[in-house]
């Protein structure tokens, strides 16, 4: 959930500052360090997130449930994810979720809990995880502790909200924001930093933290997840003068973590800030945060069809302080337009950009729709449109009529028309994520450029021990011809390489490694074809170059 104005975590450097900086981190390749906080089922997998509302209708309602959502887990199986997180699933009054009126249930548009607990068991039966959105800045404000300690300044849940009684205290965090709401009750204010309907818990009273790790127990142990995505998390905790990542927030943050840790789970974190910010919410805080820096500079270099910032020196940062599957790339999610919109309706840029996102290190997600380019724009709920699984009625989403108008490309696009499709980009997504969970070399490997002498090209290489992946993509309109690939000292064991496409047609010539483990001007295709990418296995043929 991201707010009206709340910042975005872009990459507003000049182009000129990306090549210096890329250049310079290209001298070196650096392998994360080992980490034991991560568990094992992130190696090599790929996270898909799911809007259960927007998912599958198995009632007829128009309103996508938890059954539905089972009866489509073999569909996500096929596409080879590992986990889902699953927008918020707990009782809201309002259709997204994302303010809470009972931590205990499941929304009842969605479901029972017994449907849920069958949900996460057919889950587990396909060896998929399941994360839920754990949304711990702020409650609804129908929440009965809020209307306790609205209408009753005795209320022990008083102290779980922040109040004023001398008018609205200081504005919010970014421009034109104001958190302060005027209690419809009496004479004061209530701190509720994203909307009026969210008033904000006040973790500095131990009990809100209590309460949190309780919830966070019944979701994983009488529930069965194995983790969370908690939401907001810059804003837990005001401070006088900081109203995001503030000690406090850290200290929060230590705590609960390391009670979810204490249970077996995994958490993943909103912390849309540049790479400089995100690092200090590591190590001790919580296992992962979504890479948004990486996620605008794929987007922006594919549609520029320009490769110079799309490998970002916040990569190359978070690969030398952090293991890979302690960040998690993505290409867009849902508080943002979706990616073929963002390309300009381009089949062709997505899927680019899939096969980008895909060979990057780290731990992928994938917004639900977007492996078959399905469109959406703001507000909110024309990015949450019902999935479309096919040309029939309501794209096969519900026999009813959809809880939100389809998007523009429904028709076209759908799940059934792809899978027939071996050039599809579903049948893309498909093979990007099973070779990812195959391959050594994708699923764990440290990352190192290669310098292109073609600024549309973007290529890298993957590697994990001797298991060494070459990845080729062009992003322009246009086939680049003769591009010759450059790598710093040390990249590689030197000698010649047999070159095999794991992904990606035309026979690739030889690699040969200097003995200084240093690339110059090798030329792996004579035509890179337009918007297309390539995927070569590289096995050392001789040890001398």
Known sequence: MAATGAPRSPLHAPRSLFRWLWL???ATTLAPPADSQVPTWTRGATCYEIFVRSFYDSDGDGIGDLNGLTQKLDYVQRLGARCIWLMPVAESPSYHGYDVSDYYRVEKDYGTNDDFKRLVAAAHGRGIKVLVDMVLNHTSSEHPWFQAALRDTASPYRAWYRWSQGGPGAPGPWAGSQPWHKS???????????WVGMPDLNYVRTPVLDEAKRIARFWMRDMGVDGFRLDAVPYLVEEPGRAQNSPGTHRVLHTYGDYVRSLGGYTVGEVFFPTDTLLSYYPDQLTGYFAFEIADSLIAGVRRGDAR??????????????????????????????????????????????????TLPGLPYVYYGEEIGMLGAKPDPRIRTPMQWSASHAAGFTRGTPWERLADDS???????????????????RRLIHLRASDAALASGTLAPLVASDDAVAAYVRRAGDRVVLVVANLDSTARRGVTLSAATGTLPPGRW???????????????????????????????????????????????P
């Open 24 to 26: 310079a981190l290209a």
């Open 498 to 544: 047999a070159v095999r496409a794991l992904l990606g047609n035309g026979p690739a010539a030889p690699l040969v490694v200097r003995a200084d483990g240093s690339v110059q001007g090798y030329v792996p295709l004579d035509t890179l074809a337009p918007r297309a990418g390539v995927v070569l296995e590289l096995v050392r043929a001789t040890r001398r």
């Open 184 to 194: 419809p009750v009496r004479d004061e204010w209530y701190y509720g930093l994203f």
């Open 411 to 429: 028709l076209a696009m759908t799940v059934e028309a792809q899978e027939r499709d071996s050039s599809s980009l579903l049948s893309l997504y």
């Open 309 to 358: 910032g799309v490998l970002a020196p916040a990569l190359r940062l978070q690969q030398a302080v952090r293991p890979a599957e302690r960040f998690s790339p993505f290409l867009r999610n849902h508080d943002q337009p979706r990616t073929r919109t963002e390309l300009g309706g381009d089949v062709a840029k997505a899927k680019v950009a899939a096969l980008l996102l895909l």
